[in-house]
């Protein structure tokens, strides 16, 4: 049986009527009970009958953090154990997610900047300790929150183990950030054994902006679309090295993001 991650809205410290058969239902009662994050309107609480994914999900969480502190949910603390079950509690974000926004010509600068943060945190990630965000496979912009920001750009430093420079990689945020949420799928590997699984990733990412962002007769395109998911999978067939990331930067900064009507 699949197990998941179970998410619960809670506001102003309320119940809702509807919880009240959930087998949660005592959890979310204590929470609230216990008054302890007042301060925040709306929380997160996440829960699972599976204490293992809410561990590996905090170990993600603070690999993350450790490399890319801008691209992660704040979290109100460490996993608690209620009634045996560990939970995770984070603020509510009011902007939702990549997909549950409106995106038109006037906001398509701030799209193409969170997917470019995503893309960096992704590769970062990698670089430092092998991890796969493989969350991207199904519903990839549901997992990816958006938040307000006044830092204008975010600038990400590393060196390259193939190279004596220190190098960096810039956003724009146009006032947004973005944050990748969700791991239970998620999983480290080998650099070198686990590369194919790296491109995978970041062609399920880019490959999701002209097939999940489809609003009605509208979609996303990019200008070099197929230029980029070419070179990705010409990575993935070649396992390529990941350094080559910084070759597919390039490309990424010459793309244009569209609105297109679609006919049918």
């Known amino acids: 049986?699949?197990?998941?991650?179970?998410?619960?809205?809670?506001?102003?410290?309320?119940?809702?009527?509807?919880?009240?058969?959930?087998?949660?239902?005592?959890?979310?009662?204590?929470?609230?009970?216990?008054?302890?994050?007042?301060?925040?309107?709306?929380?997160?609480?996440?829960?699972?009958?599976n204490n293992e994914i809410i561990k590996d999900e905090w170990k993600f969480i603070k690999q993350i953090k450790k490399y890319v502190p801008?691209?992660?949910?704040?979290?109100?603390?460490?996993?608690?154990?209620?009634?045996?079950?560990?939970?995770?509690?984070?603020?509510?974000?009011?902007?939702?997610s990549i997909i549950s926004n409106t995106w038109d010509?006037?906001?398509?600068?701030?799209?193409?900047?969170?997917?470019?943060?995503?893309?960096v945190n992704m590769f970062l990630n990698f670089h430092y300790s092998g991890f796969i965000y493989n969350n991207l496979n199904n519903n990839c912009f549901e997992k990816i929150l958006i938040e307000k920001t006044k830092v204008p750009h975010l600038l990400y430093w590393f060196q390259s183990p193939y190279?004596?420079?220190?190098?960096m990689f810039r956003a724009e945020t146009f006032g947004y950030k973005a944050m990748i949420n969700d791991f239970e799928d998620c999983y480290y590997v080998h650099k070198t054994?686990?590369?194919?699984?790296?491109?995978?990733?970041?062609?399920?990412?880019?490959?999701?902006?002209?097939?999940?962002?489809?609003?009605?007769?509208?979609?996303?395109?990019?200008s070099n679309?197929?230029?980029?998911?070419?070179?990705?999978?010409?990575?993935?067939?070649?396992?390529?090295?990941?350094?080559?990331?910084i070759r597919l930067n390039v490309l990424l900064s010459r793309s244009i993001y569209r609105i297109k009507k679609i006919s049918y």
Request: aromatic content about 10%.
């Open 225 to 245: 679309f197929k230029t980029i998911i070419n070179f990705i999978k010409k990575q993935m067939d070649m396992k390529g090295n990941y350094n080559n990331s």
């Open 193 to 222: 054994d686990g590369i194919e699984q790296y491109w995978k990733s970041l062609y399920n990412l880019f490959n999701s902006v002209q097939t999940d962002l489809i609003d009605n007769d509208k979609m996303i395109t990019i």
């Open 163 to 167: 190279e004596n420079i220190i190098r």
């Open 1 to 49: 049986m699949e197990v998941n991650i179970i998410k619960y809205h809670i506001i102003d410290n309320s119940i809702s009527d509807e919880l009240l058969n959930d087998e949660n239902y005592n959890i979310i009662k204590t929470i609230i009970d216990e008054n302890i994050y007042s301060k925040d309107k709306e929380i997160i609480v996440k829960i699972t009958n």
């Open 105 to 119: 010509n006037d906001n398509l600068d701030i799209l193409k900047s969170l997917i470019y943060q995503v893309f």
């Open 70 to 96: 801008t691209g992660i949910p704040k979290y109100l603390c460490a996993p608690q154990k209620y009634d045996g079950k560990l939970v995770l509690m984070m603020p509510y974000y009011p902007l939702g």
